[in-house]
């Protein structure tokens, strides 16, 4: 990702919409071993900050997190030279559980009981070094240190509690930091003031903030809740009044890419459904491939791609040609966005500019199919599913090397985990590949074990 945008990268924000669409790529040029394609998983987050916003922001931002990381730093031990390494060490060692901000100031209680009568060596301290050492203020400097650390393997920054407490003990840290370069001896009184004007500043800013959004958040959790609730009732079989649901939660939630994507499958569920079959305006296969062909943008998850393929064909199937369906839609602008963000306190606007509909032919349905078939099975090497359907389609279309090709791989490729499903596509490839004339006598039931690598079939797929 960063090498095919080393200046710019791809956008703030965006490496979930695209990091699949980079993993398709570097597989299908035939990149990655065994265990690499096994443990190949659609992934949200890059689980290290600077990796991640090398990718987003290319070389640049990433130079810029250094050198914030680099002042951050300097702060740090300045403070920690003010009050004496051991003591800094033991607030660090002291933090408890997972979360890297708040575990430092924790610590820093345990430091304060250790060390309230320790000695530190003279060689350890600032020449301004305080006659008793600041366990809070090593807390702090413990958070910032811990956050910075634990952003190597996970997204704290991502995690808003985290996030916040970062900030304020990056507050504290800068703000004593800046008192020891002015040759301050101790926390005098003016010191004091400072740093209760300051938590004060802090929280008032906080809470105006926190006011201001409220009520976009209040939404959002509200619209939330609904989406769950439509959810669980496709799980439990309510087709019909999922989709009513859907249908009146998406005027509120069409920015979404994983709502549109949910709702394509909710529309489906419904109109396969003859029992609980609601009147759905238009077809809804024409759709459904709207919603799913909006979702890609911003959730471009192989498991949707799928869904979209199989709607494809279902359109391929049809009567009526040709079929018209939203298949392009173009990004706003950050100007655009601005805009769009001011106008969303009195009213919800679209994410996405909609042209006209596409007309499609019967061809054009069944080519977009097997593009969508291949872009998942790139995602997911270790997949299964959609190479069936690849066989299938190829099968049907008369390609017969190209379906030979996808049902030998559905043969050799192990099973990452033995479920009855996995069987009966290898069954069912056995006997493709038998019907085309290529004799086939193992279906290959293998399931992939990292520690013998008989399982990994390497070289056949």
Request: net charge neutral; proline share 6%; hydrophobic share 45%.
């Amino acid at each position: 990702m960063v090498a095919h945008a080393p200046i710019t990268g791809v956008g703030f924000g965006n490496f979930a919409n695209t990091y699949n669409l980079f993993q398709a790529d570097f597989f299908a040029n035939g990149a990655g071993g065994v265990p690499q394609r096994m443990a190949a998983d659609p992934i949200r987050h890059a689980f290290n900050e600077p990796l991640e916003v090398a990718a987003e922001l290319g070389v640049p931002g990433l130079v810029l997190l250094f050198l914030l990381a680099g002042l951050i730093l300097k702060e740090v031990w300045e403070v920690v030279r003010r009050n004496g390494v051991s003591a800094a060490w033991s607030c660090l060692e002291s933090r408890p559980g997972d979360d890297p901000a708040i575990g430092g100031i924790v610590g820093a209680s345990v430091a304060e009981g250790i060390y309230r009568d320790a000695e530190v060596a003279p060689t350890l301290q600032s020449d301004h070094r305080p006659p008793t050492t600041d366990y809070l203020t090593l807390g702090m400097a413990g958070s910032v240190v811990c956050f910075m650390v634990m952003s190597l393997f996970h997204f704290p920054r991502k995690v808003v509690p985290t996030w916040l407490v970062f900030n304020y003990a990056l507050a504290w840290v800068v703000t004593v930091g800046q008192q020891c370069k002015q040759g301050i001896n101790e926390l005098n009184r003016s010191h004091k003031t400072l740093v209760v004007v300051g938590w004060r500043v802090f929280w008032f800013i906080a809470f105006v903030g926190s006011a201001a959004l409220l009520p976009v958040y209040v939404k959002n959790y509200l619209d939330a809740r609904h989406w769950i609730a439509a959810h669980e009732l496709t799980v439990t079989g309510e087709d019909a009044r999922a989709y009513t649901a859907y249908t009146e939660l998406y005027p509120r939630l069409k920015w979404s890419g994983r709502f549109c994507a949910y709702y394509g499958n909710a529309i489906m569920a419904a109109s396969e459904n003859t029992n609980q079959y609601v009147g759905i305006d238009g077809n809804p296969a024409e759709r459904a491939v709207s919603l799913y062909e909006k979702a890609k943008y911003t959730y471009p998850d192989p498991y949707m791609f799928e869904n979209l393929a199989v709607v494809y064909l279902r359109l391929a199937n049809g009567t009526s040609w040709p079929v018209f369906v939203q298949t392009q839609y173009r990004m706003e602008t950050p100007a655009q966005t601005l805009v769009r963000r001011a106008r969303e306190w009195r009213c919800g606007t679209n994410l996405f500019f909609e042209p006209p509909p596409t007309a499609l032919t019967q061809s054009d349905c069944i080519g977009r199919a097997i593009d969508y078939l291949t872009l998942a099975s790139n995602i997911l090497p270790w997949r299964l599913t959609s190479r069936w359907y690849l066989a299938q389609v190829y099968r049907d279309v008369g390609d017969v090397s190209n379906a030979v090709k996808y049902a030998q791989l559905v043969v050799n490729i192990p099973m990452k985990k033995d479920t009855p499903q996995g069987r009966v596509f290898k069954r069912k490839a056995q006997i493709m590949l038998n019907e085309l004339g290529v004799p086939c006598d193992d279906p290959g039931m293998v399931v992939f074990d990292i520690h013998d690598r008989k399982t990994w079939n390497e070289g056949k797929w």
